[in-house]
């Protein structure tokens, strides 16, 4: 690389939605902005988790000094036990999105060699050439930030995920003035969070839900289950508050659900007044008006706390006629039948069902800056150069749009995607080439070995452990099973003799263990057949095949 | 079944979206309002559409004396071919809604066996013990009804699909005066649609749709291609007024819109004017602010004429910059990703593209009526008996307390399903057992022999013709196929040997005779591979095998 050039390099998420990671280069020095993963497509069958393709670090591996977290969403830290484990370097993250990576880290048994260093807004540090300085923004999960990063050419700053709360929870407000502060001195480029530009106006505060949660817990006569995405501390909070002035007992139902609360009430985000909090358990011992529980789940994932309490088959979160089930989330796309299939559920147990539409005051509000916000921040900012990031290619054209009309506010605006190699010097910037990215599968059913050989890197993983293939014919009207499963392998060496007749039985097994509700859920039975499957073929055999169970409706 | 009692037996559509078909009985007389498809779920692999299980109807063979229609939509017309050639039966609708039936049984090579029987809004006929009122309605689509269904016990109203639109395109007013005359002599029973029962107010006139077009219309500066749903007839002649306006030359584009507009010619509602109409082929011989495209594929059907054009892979239609691309149709659910693939696909084009993002004026309004049309409805029939019909479990649910809350309007509530029979009597009304109900899937991949032997029926098919699996990996980053595909089959006798390399050489041929663009976008490729296989296996071995293919990113 000819000295004096500075490379921005997107590995992910400029284009797609998710699996955000961007590289920022000046000779041999190189930090990397996040490292998050993406939610497979539905095409792509037995695979749990996406991220992205790391080459350009890892031909680079000796020049990587560190990688940079904005926040602790899954979409900004997610890939980062791939990453790790391929090139431990330094990671740089405030204390709550710390302690998200953290609890991933040790999952994966990669906690006790990673280098984790603490930041906070305001203060200062130093990465090789670069000085990096977090700047505290709003956003609907706690302690993100944007990153100004002086270069030898000038300030780059870096939104990371916001939008402009004039009324947080929390009173942490959005550093305004530190944006207002570098516009001043003058800023080379302005990378911005394109979410949301195709939402006209400013996205309502957090502090909106709180109208329609009042009347929720106001109106609620029996029990009471809140979903949320786990990482929404706000909400979580906000339910916390509530439950304790209506006299209700709080219960955290769901792994995630668990661990968030714990390490945001850990951080003081969250403060729990004494004896408020109850073990899943023991709902069933007090009065249904007397309980609030915060339950994970709200895509309708087959597996999640939520959707197994919709279909009775949870241990502790049982529904009830009369109940009220509130989803305080939006629909990812491409989630919807999942999740209207699971509130239909809801409905069948006669439970109050509120959900997001439309209605004011809202339910849930988005976390991403809308049109208004984003012209704000330009207008504070003023960057000579501009680049959208974190959008499909829509959202970055319209967002490139929006920008390229600010002549007073913006120099250039540039276009790239995930893989361009924009070059900046002292003649200014320009698109100088390509690295190579891409998605890489991973299959996160077992946990510990992440990355050993469970990566669909290549067909060799289909060709050395092949795949299994169970199919299942269900009458739909009666949810029977009416004919034995076919088992279809490829690839999947069995060794014994009679091993696929055992393979049957597991499917067999495992569903006439699933009640008749779960065996009309699709999604529930494919994933439980899948996930029994594994565990079975894996002890038995030790290999790996991909295991994507098909149900024909008969 | 006992002297004296009226079932009302609802075959599908009620509890879930589509398949819409209601068995109305009394004593040895059955007549059966709407036989809908429904589209298939992801799930539902290698399956094309779904029908209505109607063995309650077959069982009744000698009984039943008719199907009358609503309108012609699918989910309400779209299952006849496939019940019709069980159970050959005169059809009764409007001359609109049998123009599109007797192009659905002309493909199907039942139409000269077929009896079809038109009626007219305000003219009773009758099947039967029933005398049958239809009373024109206003709805998405023209020439709709509801239907007064005089039994011997009272009056039964079946709304079909409608909306209350004051101000219709084509000036044909909703008749309030019918159902309010209705109601001053007492209904037994309303069955009303639940679509839009989450809709706060009302939904917009279809009018409101042209300030819409008008803008589109004056801005666009090169070609103007306008996508809705073939059937949408008054956005058809919207856009059909305001090219001849604007000086624009008209090409219909993908066979569905061919079809549907030279119906609505043909039965005067669509008038095109002389030297309107242009070859699809001919419009590169315009200059391009000269032309407009109405193009099929809101949806991102990934054959459709439009998602084609997106790749540019469509003979006559053409993406370039500049040109104008309108998505006039709402998002269907489960078609989110799709659509956005397809909207990126155009945006890359650097075409301008102008899709339902909450604006106002709106680019599409819905064709269902919201919660105070509904209620106006229920406040003129006043009926004994309330029945929500079409629409999934908690949308009948909503209605069903919807209408539940209006005492002086609404005798009694039953909230049924399909499969479920609701018995009146003198004494009134109740659930009383239930018949079988289910979906058939049917792979109309073949149009001639739909019913024959491409019903899924059940294991049969998978044991009899097996099934071939195609397994494509493609290098996400290139889009190339780096090794040559797997096909796995099981259940499938092939005959020959080799003949499995030749079906390998096929899927080889259809990958490498795709463009880049194709096959980055796996729901293109992978129906290209299917139907390029089906009809090479079926041509080779009269086979009829269902085949998936699967890509793997790598």
New interface residues.
Partial sequence: MPPGKLHLVPLGGLGEFGMNCMAIRWGDDIIVIDAGLMFP?????GVDIVVP?ISYLLENRQRVRGIVLTHGHEDHIGALPWVLSELNVPVFGTEFTLAYVEDKLDEHGLLDNADLREIRPGERFKIGPFTVQPIHVTHSLVDCVSLAIHTPLGVVIHTGDFKVDPTPTDNRLFDLHAFAEYGKEGVLALLQDSTNV???GYTPSERAVRRKFDEVFARAERRLFISCFSSSIHRIKLAVELAAEHGRKVAFVGRSMNNSSEIAEDLGYLEIPDGLLVHPGEVKNFAPEKVCVLISGTQGEPMSALSRAAVNNHKHATIEKGDTVVLSSRII??N??AI?RM??HL??REAH?IYE???SPPIHVSGHASQEELKLIINLVKPKYFIPIHG???QL?LHAELAGSMHGSVGNVMLIES?DVLEFDELGARKAGRV????I?IDSGSRADVVEDLV????RH?SEDGFV?P?I?I???TGRV??SP?I?T??FSAGENGFMEEVRQVVVQTLSQSSEEERAD??VI?EKIRADLKRYISKQTQKRPLI?P?????
């Fill in positions: 497509e539905a095409e792509l069958l393709d195709e939402r006209r796309p491409g919807e039948k209207y509130i239909d409905f069948r069902v539409d439309g209605s499909e290619y829509r054209k893989g190579n990215v891409g998605r599968c669909i890197k290549d067909r289909l293939l199919i014919a009458n739909k009207l009416e004919i076919e279809v490829r690839g699709y999604g494919k994507m098909v149900i024909l409706e008969i």
